[in-house]
């Protein structure tokens, strides 16, 4: 999970498929009904998405997963096409932005790891 509407998914990743958003939409409803353990990836790219994790908790509440993986995004592949090293996340960011959604959402900062800056966050 990318984005927290359809702008901002059209903005992100530029998508090749018209209704990408809709077939994602849809998605987290098949999604949400697996009985399985489930977690949800955000990717957090500075300037895009990093600034309102409160926005992110309508779709984190459909798709009603364990846990949830808040991750600094990486300057590496082809998204060096798209997107600038000053793009990338600090540790401190991720953080941050996992407590603020932590917030939103009911779920609590589990742990992180420093060198993937990455959070885990799960349900209390």
Known sequence: MIAYDETLYKRINRPQVRDGWKRLSEGIETFSSNPSKKAVRITLVRGY?????????????????????????????YSRRRLERSDMPTLDEVLEFSR?????????????????????????
């Open 49 to 77: 998405n990093l600034e309102h994790p409160e926005r992110f908790a309508k779709l984190i509440e459909r798709a009603n997963p364990d846990f949830i993986e808040p991750k600094g995004y990486v300057h590496v592949g």
């Open 100 to 124: 603020r959604l932590a917030n939103a959402t009911g779920y609590e900062v589990s742990d992180y790891s420093a060198d993937s800056k990455v959070a885990l966050l799960k349900r209390d």
